[in-house]
């Protein structure tokens, strides 16, 4: 799959000078300096079994949205104001951005790109590129005027807070909680029987998802291409958890299981110069649950109990459904790193 869109970009804003945008490594200056430009960000977000796309311009300073597109509505215009951008990219997001003639190429490190820096995250589903310390003409953009809110897909686009994250900038009730091992919990000695466990009214089910990545990282320096793949992955065990300690666990109808294992099965490309790492996401639904008979307390090989009523199950769902792996290229942290991000209302 390969799409190229000329985009004019022309929305009302009060654009001001800005300081550079910050680096996904941190470790990089911009070579865009210019009083006459503004570096900006520019997002491309790709949905593969639609084609649909979503472009975006940002402020990295205010965050404010500048410009937002849906793929039908872009392809060029006689704005005599308007300037041209162009996304020319693979299913993977390698390819190039151009700016007014000038082009860059679609890469992490600035000396590499041209002087941009961008990251990538992809996997069967869908695509999300973001590039950094794009140079766009101040004066031009005083003078823009298209901006959409209209939602530009047809399901749940998932990669915009894992690209959150992964920069080290605020993900919305994301939390660093960690999920406690299916075995150490069944072998605890002080766990109660399970019976008398019942779904309290519906459950009130949400989905979240453990984002973590279970891949060393691959640098292909000096190399054209590179992989990561299953000698650089581990294959991670995920558990249910449970906001009381020792709680028992149940389905409560719900399509979910004790256990998950992400496995390692999976590979991920990148190009010469790209640091490249394989994450996965395990979908979850918490649901509430109360124990009858709470009043009466047990004892355990551990001495005398009095269990809460009401606890919160979060158990992962079976067949991973809403999850699975994904590439990202420019962002990775750390093998074993995780966090949570919280979803939609509903069961699997």
Not at 85 to 91: G, L
Not at 261 to 290: L, M, R
Request: net charge negative.
């Amino acid at each position: 799959m390969k799409f190229t869109k000329a985009i004019a970009l022309t929305t009302l804003f009060g654009a001001s000078l800005a300081a550079p945008s910050p680096h996904p490594k941190g470790n990089e200056e911009p070579e865009n300096k210019d009083v006459n430009l503004k570096l900006v960000r520019v997002t491309v977000q790709h949905e593969k079994k639609t084609s649909n796309t979503e472009f975006a311009i940002t402020d990295p300073d205010t965050k404010k949205t500048l410009a937002h597109m849906c793929a039908d509505s872009l392809g060029g215009s006689t704005a005599p104001d308007a300037f041209p951008v162009a996304v020319d990219i693979d299913p993977t997001g390698a390819g190039k951005i151009t700016i007014n003639d000038k082009e860059y190429r679609v890469h992490s490190k600035a000396h590499v790109s041209g002087g941009v820096t961008c990251t990538r995250m992809f996997d069967d589903d869908e695509l999300l590129v973001t590039c950094d310390d794009v140079p766009v003409p101040a004066e031009s953009l005083e003078k823009m005027y298209i901006a959409t809110e209209q939602n530009c897909f047809d399901g749940t686009m998932n990669f915009h807070r894992a690209r959150d994250f992964a920069l080290g900038e605020v993900v919305t009730n994301a939390t660093t909680e960690a999920v406690h091992g299916l075995q150490s919990r069944e072998e605890d000695p002080c766990s109660p029987d399970h019976d008398g466990i019942d779904l309290r009214g519906d459950g009130n089910p949400k989905q979240r998802y453990l984002h973590k990545q279970i891949s060393e990282n691959i640098d292909c320096t000096n190399v054209k291409s590179c992989t990561v793949g299953r000698t650089e992955s581990e294959s991670y065990s995920i558990g249910f958890s449970s906001s009381l300690t020792g709680g028992g666990w149940i389905t409560g109808g719900f399509d979910v299981s004790k256990s998950w294992s992400t496995g390692n099965t999976y590979s991920c490309s990148g190009e010469e110069g790209d640091e490249v790492c394989i994450w996965y996401k395990t979908a979850h639904t918490a649901y509430e649950v109360h124990r009858e008979g709470y009043m009466d307390c047990f004892m355990t090989t551990c001495g005398a109990r009095c269990p809460e009523a009401d606890y919160t199950l979060t158990s992962p769902n079976e067949r991973n459904s809403g999850g699975g792996y994904y590439c990202v290229i420019g962002t990775c942290r750390s093998k074993g790193e995780q966090y949570w991000e919280e979803g939609r209302k509903g069961g699997p």
